[in-house]
């Protein structure tokens, strides 16, 4: 049957059973979270979030470990007040949900969003960082926004922006090696189109054994197998955003 329920390939991962040490903010027509390290900061990264919304725990997790960082971190609702994907959905009905929903008509909500870190927090060096979903709108901000210094993109969905490798600013791809998702002949296709076109700096980076949504879905407490995979990808994130901010 066409439209039997599928279970999403996509699966939320643990759920991590945490607050957030920040706030909810109103920006315009858009919802946010945001987050503030104690010290003052020029320096600010927006996370974009994957299908299932700017309120997940794990992506909020992600958000406060930047600002321990040292970074200014905003997770806006770049859905917009639509809902964001549920794992009870169904999979089938996904293409439909994602016509609502795409990764390369979030221009309007960045420049919203980067007026905002530039007048209200002080930022001047702003990166992006987003996953899944994303990670496909990290890669399309890349090639066009001049305000952003850099992006780190996790397992960005790559078929949302096939034959578009021109990058203006360095960015870092994260994959895993067993992503139902993203097969590997599409992060080797990726990895020869960006060294034909691309001019700026980039890495492309598979880790062993990880499936997709790895870095910030799964818990390092209860994945003690995954755990140096999980931490070495969160430590090269920050690094990248580190050495470019």
């Known amino acids: 049957?066409?439209?039997e329920l599928k279970p999403c390939p996509c699966d939320i991962g643990d759920r991590f059973d945490y607050g957030g040490r920040g706030q909810?903010?109103?920006?315009?027509?858009?919802k946010a979270y945001v987050c503030k390290p104690p010290a003052s900061t020029d320096k600010a990264v927006?996370?974009?979030?994957?299908?299932?919304?700017?309120?997940?725990?794990?992506?909020?997790?992600?958000a406060d470990m930047l600002t321990t960082n040292g970074y200014i971190a905003i997770c806006?609702?770049?859905?917009?007040?639509?809902?964001?994907?549920k794992p009870s959905n169904d999979w089938a009905s996904f293409n439909d949900w994602l016509k609502t929903r795409d990764a390369g008509k979030i221009d309007k909500e960045v420049d919203v969003i980067l007026k905002y870190l530039r007048d209200q927090c002080g930022a001047k060096k702003i990166g992006v960082i987003g996953f899944c979903w994303g990670g496909a709108a990290v890669q399309h901000l890349m090639l066009k926004n001049p305000h952003l210094k850099t992006g780190v993109s996790l397992y960005g969905v790559i078929t949302r922006f096939e034959d578009k490798y021109s990058l203006q600013h360095p960015t870092f791809f994260i994959f895993g090696e067993k992503d139902d998702i993203i097969p590997l002949e599409q992060v080797t296709l990726l990895e020869q189109k960006l060294k034909q076109n691309c001019k700026v700096d980039y890495e492309v980076k598979i880790y062993p054994g990880q499936t997709h949504g790895f870095v910030h879905r799964k818990r390092e407490d209860i994945n003690p197998q995954d755990k140096p995979y999980i931490e070495e990808g969160r430590k090269d994130m920050i690094n990248w955003l580190n050495k470019y901010l």
């Open 76 to 85: 806006p609702d770049f859905f917009v007040g639509q809902e964001a994907w």
């Open 1 to 3: 049957m066409a439209n």
């Open 46 to 62: 927006i996370v974009i979030h994957d299908i299932f919304g700017w309120q997940l725990p794990n992506t909020r997790y992600i």
């Open 24 to 30: 909810e903010v109103q920006v315009e027509h858009i």
